[in-house]
């Protein structure tokens, strides 16, 4: 499998932007279109290959929401691997949002897995250690380990100081740039990279001094709150390593009354490359 970091740059370049639609399909939230399908998971699967089909060419990745697919059993997972099948096939990388975290040999299970299952990429917690990370980068999967992730209520964990004056999110990032350290593509960078929260920017320039070859996932810009500074605090100094990502403002955009609703994910999907573009080449 070629290497991750290799693949996403190769990506970011042919787009033009590092940005990435996030796949979340809630049945109550879909168009019509899709909600007159026979079944949810039918449903959802109409909605995700339309979607990709929507964005294919604009952004570098999709991000799909495992939850909202295991939600509805083997029937989800299987719309879910079959949506997976045509992002690949329309050349777009994919990122498995499951946030797997488990000791070794578990996480060697849900490597193989998420090979088998046909992604580039998997989501990863690694508050049990790097040996419940390793498996998957062994399997040739690319990782984004949660370092400081963008809801509220990770304060409480994330930013407590240890004896040594660093974070528990600091303490994290220098374990997962060790690790990175062994998995350095032609790009410079790492096939393990973090989860940084754009709303926590303000440990962003201490998380990039950590973590300088790292790729950073970067969810909460926009409708969360995260602005245009807070992308650039997360850059690398020649302006890249970062994959921001929206999910809900692009695949739920508000179409006008003429508009087919891909046309609206398409004219959404263009908005926020050139929005993160003008951010990220200004940088």
Same mark, same amino acid.
């Given at each position: 499998?070629?290497?991750?970091?290799? $693949?996403?740059?190769?990506?970011?370049?042919?787009? !033009?932007?590092?940005?990435?639609?996030?796949?979340?399909?809630?049945?109550?939230?879909?168009?019509?279109?899709?909600?007159?399908?026979?079944?949810? *998971?039918?449903?959802?699967?109409?909605?995700?290959?339309?979607?990709?089909?929507? #964005?294919?060419?604009?952004?570098?990745? #999709?991000?799909?929401?495992?939850?909202?697919?295991?939600?509805?059993?083997?029937? !989800?997972?299987?719309? $879910?691997?079959?949506? %997976?099948?045509?992002?690949?096939?329309?050349?777009?990388? #994919?990122?498995?949002?499951?946030?797997? @975290?488990? %000791?070794?040999?578990?996480?060697?299970?849900?490597?193989?897995?998420?090979?088998?299952?046909?992604?580039?990429?998997?989501?990863?917690? @690694?508050?049990?250690?790097?040996?419940?990370?390793? *498996?998957?980068?062994?399997?040739?999967?690319?990782?984004?380990?949660?370092?400081?992730?963008?809801? *509220?209520?990770?304060?409480?964990?994330?930013? *407590?100081?240890?004896?040594?004056?660093?974070? #528990?999110?600091?303490?994290?990032?220098?374990?997962?740039?060790?690790? @990175?350290?062994?998995?350095?593509?032609?790009?410079?960078?790492?096939?393990? !990279?973090?989860?940084?929260?754009?709303?926590?920017?303000?440990?962003? +320039?201490? +998380?990039?001094?950590? $973590?300088?070859?790292?790729?950073?996932?970067?969810?909460?810009?926009?409708?969360?709150?995260?602005?245009?500074?807070?992308?650039?605090?997360?850059?690398?100094?020649?302006? @890249?390593?970062?994959?921001?990502?929206?999910?809900?403002?692009?695949?739920?955009?508000?179409?006008?009354?003429?508009?087919?609703?891909?046309?609206?994910?398409?004219?959404?999907?263009?908005?926020?490359?050139?929005?993160?573009?003008?951010?990220?080449?200004?940088?």
């Amino acid at each position: 499998m070629p290497h991750f970091a290799d $693949m996403l740059c190769d990506a970011i370049r042919a787009v !033009g932007s590092p940005v990435c639609v996030g796949l979340d399909p809630v049945l109550e939230s879909l168009p019509a279109q899709c909600k007159d399908a026979a079944d949810a *998971p039918t449903a959802i699967e109409r909605f995700s290959i339309g979607v990709v089909d929507a #964005v294919a060419g604009v952004v570098a990745a #999709v991000k799909f929401q495992s939850a909202c697919f295991e939600r509805y059993g083997s029937l !989800g997972v299987a719309a $879910m691997e079959r949506s %997976i099948a045509h992002a690949r096939s329309r050349g777009v990388i #994919v990122v498995l949002d499951a946030k797997r @975290g488990d %000791i070794g040999i578990s996480a060697s299970h849900y490597a193989a897995g998420a090979v088998a299952m046909g992604v580039h990429c998997v989501t990863v917690n @690694g508050y049990l250690g790097m040996s419940g990370v390793e *498996p998957f980068l062994a399997a040739g999967l690319g990782v984004f380990v949660l370092v400081r992730t963008s809801n *509220p209520d990770s304060d409480a964990v994330q930013s *407590p100081r240890l004896g040594d004056g660093r974070s #528990v999110a600091e303490l994290v990032a220098d374990q997962v740039a060790s690790l @990175g350290d062994k998995h350095i593509g032609v790009s410079g960078l790492s096939a393990a !990279g973090a989860v940084v929260g754009a709303t926590k920017s303000a440990d962003g +320039l201490a +998380l990039r001094a950590r $973590m300088p070859r790292q790729i950073f996932l970067v969810p909460g810009y926009g409708a969360q709150g995260g602005t245009a500074d807070d992308i650039r605090a997360l850059l690398t100094p020649g302006g @890249g390593g970062v994959l921001v990502t929206a999910s809900r403002s692009v695949i739920y955009a508000k179409p006008d009354a003429a508009e087919a609703w891909q046309a609206t994910v398409h004219h959404a999907a263009k908005s926020f490359a050139a929005e993160i573009a003008g951010v990220t080449h200004a940088a």
